[in-house]
């Protein structure tokens, strides 16, 4: 007999859900029990599991697509089964609100534990394998999060991101300790619903040293949804870029006039430019974010990344405060930090908990390229080289230095307008320096 | 140790055919047609004689219960095929004599254990034909409430202490029974029934062991219905004077014609005397015969049909009500009415286990420990 | 409170149920006379009689059923098994009689009985003569199987036994007659079965021990506190009906446990807890439910292997390391 699946209820205020992955893919062969997607619901991405055997037969939604709770997602059958008066009863009928779903938790009520906290619990169960070797097997196996029943649930009552985390049981089980550790090294990252609907969030301190401050706001139900979607089109950060071309020559003026002042410590080009994406981001508070689980968190400073290739890779230390420093003292920090990162100097707070992110390659002759965000931070900026160019100013051809700058944005936090009048002024600024005493 | 009438010749053939290779092969009588006869015609003489001292009411009574469960019975074959009984059926046609005879040797407050073959023996005890049958039915009007079914009714009220469905496991538990009305002091008997199988178990060993050694009121009374299941007597036993084995105990013992309520009768008074007495064990070997198969899913194909026919000769109702009517005891009339009587409380019965609801859903999880 | 041995806690409860009701008897082999094969029913005898004290022959499915049908006529029978190793004879009359009369009677006939005797683990005296068998008893709904672990609990748990409608099976550790404890003095002291025992408190890891395993885990939990981890000993003392809330609040606070056993793993009684826990608890689990039970083996007679086939601290000290995930 065939077996409807149907989307679960995987959490007590879920209504509908996003099938975020097949685990199994048409004509697999199918145990009761077995994980069989994944599922995306208001709270978690969720292991939905088999409830009868067989087949795979026909899978009736896609990956990314929703479905209300209790609708036929998916047919498990004989292979030989005739399933087609499934296949149209499914096409005309929606579930109404009442149809039952089929029950993914314990329905004994009394005994269960409650049942958000029974949501984070089936992410993964934790296989109680009497053999090591066994439970090693599974953690290696397609990405699988093994986690304790415990961890799974702290961590969907902390809004910890599971899969951000390394477990330090064996075979990289998440147990008790990691999360605790979690919630010890972040900052409490999870608005309580009660506390999310206050509406001035205090400022929170960093448990980096010196990092920026910060005050975490809510996320609202469009901003989680966007976040989410966006997640299941492109990797965890949904990336969009934004390009512009900036004319440099008053900046290079600029530079030139500096550096003949001070002939002993010069300033570079990209010095100037981290300044001024300091000041912008100061003035476009929304990109100096950074999406967390359930808030977006919004930084007090200025605190850029600089991107610094070392031998074997590449760092990215950071100049804190960059919109309150000097250009000056901004050069000399950024020597002194690419100098100690070289030698591998660096303490883990000098590159840890950037707010923004400046990559330039320039030097290697780069017009244009697109950098990839560095994880919490929002954006990053890649600069090209400046180059001499023909451009027509007031009807004729002239020649001027542009450079191309691209800003990665994380989609969840950053929308295309958002980013667009952060390049603007960055770029007005660069194109006009004596702005940035404006 | 007293021992009567002892069997006359040493079952059959034993020699002629080794093992149960032999037996399955064909199938022949186990009895001496003319050896049944004789039989026959001197266990009608003697029930004559006992008639006389019985007197007519009780005579009745007992010729009433032994059509009552007769008829009763036939009752439960035709509900069993209509598949208002369920589970093992096991009848009680062709041995009335034992139970009817037996029971009407005790008193009411007296104990009465036995096997699963037992519907005959908790009507003998006086629980109630619709109690019994609704028991059979699986209904709350049942005398276990629907909870034992065909082999363990049980009525508290009439110490009827149950069908047991464990071949001997009701012998060590009459001898407790027992044991208990000495410990109490009260002279009180049980009366413990089993079958000629039940004797091969370690249980029946232990017990009449016990029972002598600790001198307990228990009257054992095997029913010799030649046949364990399909298994013929001679092919499982080894000594096949079921009475003989008292001796390795030191019990007192007889052996009775189970055709014969009133030779059944009077044998059991006389181990209650001993038991209310000196709180003394008895066994007793009661020979008889099942009409029908073991159980109701029995194919019958281990003896033949000219071996029940002729054993149906020497039926103990037949006996017993021609002697009766040869004794002048009763009429053709009186018999009629006493039939009359019989197929009204039988089809009240049907009708009351019909009738009766079924165990409610919440009584699956009652009755499982006494403090609940 | 006075200092007494279990066997003497034992014998004190008989003497002081068989003086309470004269409906108690006691029963079995060497009882009476011989003054008891491990001597629990000393002096018994000489007190009560041999109406009331009882030496049987040696035929357990006998006196067993003897037993069942008395109770039926409302005695209240304490049949002794020699050790537990020869209830295995009287099986039929434990489970088929004593534990399903009052369901297959309807309610009729309810059996105040007690199976007592030593069992689990002897000493050397190989396959047959030592093994834990409750798993066999706690099986069957009708039954009630209780394991005492000090002499207090030996004596409180055995009077409420005696004085407990139904039957009991009540197996007493045949390496823990010797061991001494306090037993409170007051005249009618009695333990409720079905009721736990926190034997020492914790909050990291929660182990469930019965019978001779208990002093093993709380050796192993003094081991443990050295090492840094808190322990909490749960001693259902009744195996049915089981404490199962007791266990399962413990497993809340610890996150994690260890049954300890000396019976085989297989079908037996931590598989039962475990899967409670499992049932009841699941999101309170940092780690899988460990066993340490005996060898899945019959129990061997050289002194080596029999120590080896018994669950040893060091097995429960490197188990709650695992689930602490300490290795």
């Known amino acids: 007999m065939a077996t409807q699946v149907v989307m679960p209820k995987l959490s007590p205020t879920m209504e509908e859900g996003q099938l975020s992955r097949w685990l199994k893919q048409e004509g697999d062969k199918v145990a009761m029990g077995e994980p069989l997607a994944e599922i995306d619901t208001d709270k978690a991405t969720m292991e939905m599991q088999a409830l009868g055997s067989g087949v795979l037969r026909k899978i009736l939604i896609q990956e990314g697509e929703s479905a209300p709770l209790g609708q036929l997602i998916a047919v498990i059958g004989e292979p030989d089964e005739d399933i087609s008066a499934l296949l149209s009863q499914a096409g005309s009928a929606q579930p109404s609100a009442e149809s039952k779903p089929a029950p993914a938790q314990t329905e004994e009520a009394e005994t269960a534990p409650p049942s958000d906290n029974g949501a984070g619990a089936t992410v993964a169960a934790a296989q109680p394998a009497e053999d090591k070797s066994q439970a090693e097997d599974k953690s290696q196996d397609g990405g699988r999060l093994v986690v304790s029943p415990l961890a799974a649930r702290m961590a969907a009552d902390a809004g910890i991101n599971l899969r951000s985390l390394r477990g330090s049981g064996p075979g990289g089980r998440i147990v008790k300790r990691d999360i605790e550790e979690a919630l010890k090294s972040a900052p409490q990252p999870a608005a309580r619903p009660a506390e999310a609907r206050s509406p001035q969030q205090p400022t929170q301190l960093p448990e980096i040293q010196g990092a920026s401050a910060y005050r975490d706001e809510p996320m609202s139900e469009m901003r989680r949804v966007i976040a989410r979607r966006l997640v299941t089109s492109i990797g965890p950060i949904p990336h969009f870029f934004l390009t512009t071309e900036i004319e440099m020559d008053r900046a290079a003026e600029a530079r030139r006039q500096i550096n003949e002042a001070n002939p002993d410590s010069k300033i570079s080009l990209n010095d100037l430019i981290i300044k001024v994406a300091a000041l912008s981001l100061l003035q476009h508070p929304q990109v100096n974010a950074s999406f967390q689980e359930k808030a977006i968190r919004y930084y007090e400073s200025a605190d850029i990344g600089v991107a610094v290739a070392i031998e074997d890779g590449l760092i990215t230390p950071i100049v804190r405060n960059a919109d309150k420093k000097g250009v000056r003292q901004i050069a000399s920090e950024v020597r002194e930090l690419a100098e100690r990162a070289r030698n591998r100097k660096l303490r883990p707070e000098e590159y840890t908990g950037a707010t923004f992110s400046v990559s330039n390659l320039g030097m290697f002759g780069i017009d244009e390229f697109t950098a990839v965000i560095n994880p919490p931070e929002a954006a990053i900026l890649a600069v090209g080289a400046m180059t001499p160019k023909p451009v027509v100013r007031d009807g004729e051809i002239v020649v001027r230095q542009l450079m191309r700058v691209t800003m990665s944005c994380d989609h969840r936090v950053i929308d295309g307008a958002t980013g667009a009048r952060f390049l603007q002024t960055f770029k007005q600024m660069l194109e006009n320096p004596l702005l940035m005493i404006a | ?372 | 409170m006075a200092m007494m041995t279990m066997r003497e806690a034992l014998n004190q409860a008989l003497r002081e149920e068989l003086e309470r009701d004269e409906n108690v008897f006691l029963m079995g082999e060497e009882v009476a006379a011989y003054q008891g094969a491990y001597k629990v029913t000393k002096g018994l005898l000489d007190e009560f009689g041999d109406k009331r004290v009882i030496d049987t022959p040696i035929t357990e499915l006998g006196f067993a059923g003897l037993g069942v049908g008395a109770a039926m006529v409302g005695l209240r029978p304490i049949i002794e098994f020699m050790t537990f190793n020869f209830s295995i004879l009287a099986t039929d009359q434990i489970i088929n009689s004593a534990a399903k009369m009052l369901y297959m009677s309807g309610g009729q006939f309810k059996i105040p009985i007690v199976f007592r005797g030593p069992g689990g683990s002897a000493y050397q005296v190989s396959s047959q003569h030592s093994q834990a068998i409750e798993s066999w008893y706690a099986y069957f709904p009708g039954l009630k199987v209780v394991m005492p672990s000090t002499p207090a609990d030996a004596k409180g748990l055995l009077k409420s036994a005696i004085r407990d409608d139904n039957p009991v099976v009540f197996i007493e550790q045949e390496r823990m007659y010797g061991n001494k404890g306090e037993v409170p003095d007051e005249a009618d002291f009695t333990i409720p079965l079905g009721v736990a025992d926190v034997k020492r408190e914790g909050k990291d890891a929660t182990i469930v021990a019965r019978s001779l395993m208990v002093p093993v885990a709380l050796k192993a939990a003094e081991e443990l506190e050295k090492q840094g981890v808190s322990c909490e000993v749960i001693d259902p003392r009744t195996i049915r009906p089981l404490d199962v809330e007791t266990i399962i609040s413990s497993v809340k606070k610890t996150n994690r446990v260890v049954i300890a056993e000396e019976s085989h793993p297989f079908c037996g009684v931590a598989a039962e807890i475990s899967a409670e826990i499992n049932e009841r608890a699941f999101d309170y689990l940092d780690a899988p439910v460990r066993r340490v039970s005996g060898a899945d083996v019959p129990m061997p007679y050289a002194k080596n292997l029999e120590d080896l086939a018994i669950p040893s601290v060091e097995q429960v000290v490197k188990a709650v390391r695992e689930v602490a995930y300490l290795d």
């Open chain 2, 1 to 372: 140790m007293s021992k009567q009438a002892a069997p006359t010749k040493s079952r059959v053939k034993a020699e002629e055919q080794p093992g149960a290779a032999a037996a399955v092969e064909e199938v022949t009588d186990h009895i001496d047609p003319a050896q049944l006869d004789e039989e026959h015609a001197k266990q009608k003489e003697e029930q004559k004689n006992r008639i006389e001292a019985v007197d007519r009411e009780t005579l009745l009574k007992l010729l009433y219960q032994m059509i009552l469960i007769r008829r009763f019975e036939e009752k439960c074959a035709e509900s069993y095929s209509l598949g208002k009984i369920g589970g093992f059926c096991h009848l009680y046609i062709g041995q009335e004599a034992v139970a009817v005879g037996a029971i009407s040797a005790i008193r009411q407050d007296d104990y009465v254990i036995t096997s699963y073959r037992e519907h005959g023996h908790a009507i003998a005890k006086g629980v109630s034909a619709d109690e019994v049958m609704a028991e059979l039915y699986g209904k709350s009007g049942g005398c276990s409430s629907g909870k034992g079914g065909s082999m363990h009714l049980f009525d508290a009220d009439v110490n009827f202490m149950g069908g047991h469905g464990i071949v001997g496991g009701q012998i060590p538990l009459g001898t407790g029974i027992a044991f208990g009305s000495k410990y109490k002091g009260t002279d009180q008997v049980t009366l413990c029934f089993f079958g000629e199988a039940a004797v091969n178990q370690g249980a029946f060993h232990e017990s009449l062991n016990m029972a002598q050694l600790w001198k307990l009121p228990c009257i054992y009374i095997c029913e010799n219905n030649q046949y364990g299941m399909g298994t013929s007597l001679d092919r499982a036993m080894s000594l096949q004077d079921v009475s003989q084995k008292a001796c390795a105990y030191e019990l007192s013992s007889e052996f009775v014609d189970g055709m014969d309520v009133l030779a059944v009768r009077e044998a059991v008074q006389r181990g209650v005397e001993r038991a209310r007495k000196d709180y003394l064990p008895t066994l007793l070997e009661i020979r008889t015969y099942r009409f029908m198969g073991h159980s109701m899913s029995d194919p019958g194909n281990y003896r033949t049909r000219a071996e029940i026919e002729k054993y149906q000769q020497r039926d103990p109702i037949k006996l017993f009500t021609a002697s009766l009517l040869e004794n002048g005891v009763i009429d053709q009339a009186a018999l009629d009415e006493i039939e009359g009587r019989v197929r009204e409380e039988v089809e009240h019965s049907a009708r009351f286990a019909d009738e009766s609801p079924l165990p409610d859903p919440k009584e699956l999880y009652t009755h499982i420990y006494a403090d609940e």
